[in-house]
């Protein structure tokens, strides 16, 4: 059985930090590219960052560059969100999600294997 767990949301003030965590396991971590999500009240699910499966291209959603990075360590099966000068339009539940590697280079939702359940992170004014 294949899960995804977030971890590492929360609340915190504009200008800070948070680092988020997906651990994965019933698959073969290293053969998926990941993607974090990201969901605000009353919005539709975006993308916000996707790695692929041998760590070799990172993608970014304007609105992050410069502020997130996405990385991930195979031989933990965990995948990582860094999130620094974070602000209140950040806030919102964000969900992890792996796709297979012969799955093709999009970043659609639909292209994703497998989805986390999300974590929260509030950000304060």
């Known amino acids: 059985q294949v899960q995804l767990v977030e971890s590492g949301g929360g609340l915190v003030q504009a200008g800070g930090s948070l680092r988020l965590s997906c651990a994965a396991s019933?698959?073969?971590?290293?053969?998926?590219?990941m993607g974090w999500f990201r969901q605000a009240p009353g919005k539709e699910r975006e993308f916000v960052a996707g790695l692929s499966w041998n760590g070799g291209s990172t993608y970014y959603t304007d609105s992050v560059k410069g502020r997130f990075t996405i990385s991930r360590d195979n031989a933990k099966n965990t995948g990582f969100l860094q999130m620094n000068s974070l602000r209140p339009e950040d806030t919102a539940v964000y969900f992890c999600a792996a796709k297979y590697v012969l799955r093709g280079s999009s970043w659609e939702e639909p292209t994703f294997n497998y989805w986390g359940q999300g974590t929260q992170v509030t950000v304060s004014s």
């Open positions: 019933g698959l073969t971590f290293s053969t998926y590219s």
